[in-house]
């Protein structure tokens, strides 16, 4: 029985296609603004929120801070013997980006999935073909063995990942080398891949514990940390609605004190009518020096920090967590419970995806926010190049209708050849667009392995946690649906009745069961009596209003069907 005439539905359905013209959305905040929901969570049932500092509170200004790191890592190694020739590289933001794996074996840059196919292989700066990388990998694939793989999914690895590219790179083209699968010779010198990489971990790890990067942040503030004053102003309404707030870091006391003063450092307090306030104030308890991920673990010895000189008090703190106090190291039993914490009581903010997000919410069950400033870049590109993801689209569909009247008679085998290419290309523009290793989240129509750890692990995401700003704190965040591909490519309107039926679940209908079929049918005749255009309008304007989960126009026609089965009693009547 169709309520609709062809004409009208074909016009309603083109309407709602164009996404120029009409569109449902979950979130009706701007892209800039939004928080994006992997898990539901209700904000209302959140008792503390916890902040990590770098690269969440402390955001550090890109490429800036990236070439500071770069330089200082680069002269480490020059310092360690590595060649002057190194000085010829500088710093390129378009070439890295975080959840690579670099293998330590073969010296290759891999850009994965999340069962570890490999997406995109790079050599030093030269990206190999696919028969190379079937050579080095068969079947594409490479397992997450850390003996032989390091995942660069930190902000703090992107220097890292080119200095990493640029030393493969110099070696395997001095002259006068020979290049082997495991490293580089040089006349009675062999330079193993992986000893290369052990050399920039350790260089890497100097600086950023007894080296000058921390040194030079703090003398050029303006330089590399950025500065927002909607700060104070969230902190200070988190805790107004009932909430608890603390800092849970890494850093030391004299680099943390100096960072959180000069982000709070304005005139005023939360508001321009309130007095300047000291950062602490701001914080129901701070720890700082957690040694994350440890601290989730067996973590350290808790003890309070003299703020006066920045040293440790001697012996374990025992006692209740007092604001403006700073505490370090400790571990996540004696804190939750110092606190009064449970696990779901807790939403953890951190840019980590390892140390503040996965093991946060492996061991401990928090709650876990993930801060991704890349997401500016990849909305931009997702919304300016959406030409070419709708061209991959319909690649895709042209080849599923190549093969939609074959079946296993089939003798001739259809040439793809050209739609295989047509799909290279376009993934491959599609890559370009977001820069030299494409997306942080996708290759074409695959997800990264950071994608998948993004959706296993992070309850929320967003570019900042300033985002919240624009949600009150009693927002429902409601995850999509989650749709499997038998869901998601079988639309609702396409009746799927079972040829030969080898297992049901459905129930034995009963005498009384059989009535009420009867009377429901009564009811569906009654209201087909009204006009069709004007049931199918009343069904657009009620799913607007009450049901703004679908955000693709796909599933928007796809809830509208749904909206006309009645389910009575395991009993489903379909009316379209």
């Not at 080398?177 to 920039?200: E, H, N, R, W, Y």
């Not at 030391?252 to 959180?260: A, H, L, S």
């Not at 876990?368 to 500016?376: G, K, S």
């Not at 997800?447 to 919240?468: I, K, P």
């Amino acid at each position: 029985m169709d309520f609709v005439n062809y004409e009208l539905r074909e016009k309603i359905r083109s309407i709602i296609e164009d996404n120029n013209s009409f569109q449902l959305k979950v979130d009706l905040h701007s892209p800039n603004n939004r928080i994006f929901v992997n898990r539901s969570l209700h904000l209302e049932k959140i008792k503390f929120f916890g902040f990590d500092m770098d690269y969440t509170l402390a955001v550090y200004k890109s490429p800036q801070y990236e070439t500071l790191g770069f330089n200082l890592v680069k002269s480490r190694l020059l310092a360690m013997g590595y060649p002057n020739e190194l000085n010829q590289f500088h710093y390129d933001p378009s070439f890295p980006i975080r959840g690579l794996w670099f293998d330590s074996h073969y010296g290759n840059l891999l850009k994965v999935d999340a069962y570890g196919n490999i997406l995109i292989c790079c050599h030093g700066f030269r990206f190999l073909k696919q028969s190379e990388i079937y050579e080095h990998y068969p079947n594409k694939f490479l397992s997450l063995d850390e003996s032989r793989v390091y995942v660069l999914n930190t902000l703090f690895n992107l220097p890292e990942t080119y200095l990493l590219a640029c030393l493969i790179d110099l070696f395997t083209n001095t002259p006068g080398s020979t290049a082997t699968p495991a490293g580089v010779k040089c006349g009675d010198l062999f330079m193993s891949f992986k000893s290369i990489f052990q050399d920039v971990r350790n260089a890497v790890d100097w600086v950023h514990e007894k080296g000058d990067l921390k040194l030079k942040t703090v003398e050029n503030l303006e330089e590399y940390v950025v500065k927002d004053d909607r700060l104070p102003m969230l902190l200070t309404r988190m805790r107004e609605s009932g909430a608890k707030v603390f800092l849970l870091t890494n850093s030391e006391y004299w680099f943390t004190e100096k960072i959180m003063t000069y982000l709070f450092d304005y005139p005023h307090g939360p508001m321009l009518k309130d007095p300047h306030r000291n950062w602490k104030t701001y914080f129901d308890c701070i720890v700082l020096d957690a040694r994350k991920p440890l601290f989730f673990k067996e973590g350290t010895i808790l003890r309070r920090v003299d703020t006066s000189t920045g040293a440790l008090r001697i012996g374990s703190h025992t006692g209740p967590l007092q604001q403006e106090h700073v505490y370090s190291g400790g571990s996540c039993d004696v804190f939750t419970q110092l606190i009064g914490a449970k696990g779901k009581d807790v939403l953890y903010i951190g840019d980590h995806i390892f140390g503040d997000i996965l093991k946060s919410k492996k061991i401990r069950g928090w709650r876990t926010f993930l801060i991704i400033p890349e997401l500016v870049h990849e909305l931009h590109v997702w919304t300016a190049e959406c030409k070419l993801f709708a061209k991959l689209q319909s690649l895709d569909v042209t080849l599923g209708e190549t093969y939609k009247d074959l079946d296993s008679s089939t003798l001739e085998k259809p040439d793809i050849s050209d739609l295989r290419s047509a799909i290279r290309q376009v993934t491959h523009e599609m890559d370009l667009a977001y820069g030299m290793l494409g997306s942080l989240f996708r290759s074409g129509s695959r997800q990264t392995f950071f994608s998948s750890q993004v959706v296993r692990y992070a309850d929320l995401y967003a570019a900042t946690f300033l985002n919240l700003m624009y949600y009150p704190f009693c927002y429902m965040f409601r995850a999509p649906a989650m749709l499997m591909p038998h869901e998601s490519t079988v639309a609702h309107e396409q009746i799927f009745v079972a040829d030969s039926p080898v297992f049901s679940r459905s129930r034995q209908t009963s005498v009384l069961e059989e009535k009420e079929k009867e009377a429901t049918t009564a009811h569906v005749n009654a209201v087909s009596s009204k006009s069709e255009n004007e049931s199918f309008v009343e069904e657009i304007g009620c799913f607007r209003t009450t049901d703004p989960q679908f955000v693709s126009p796909y599933k928007f026609l796809n809830a509208i069907l749904m909206r006309r089965r009645q389910v009575h009693n395991g009993l489903e009547i379909l009316l379209a």
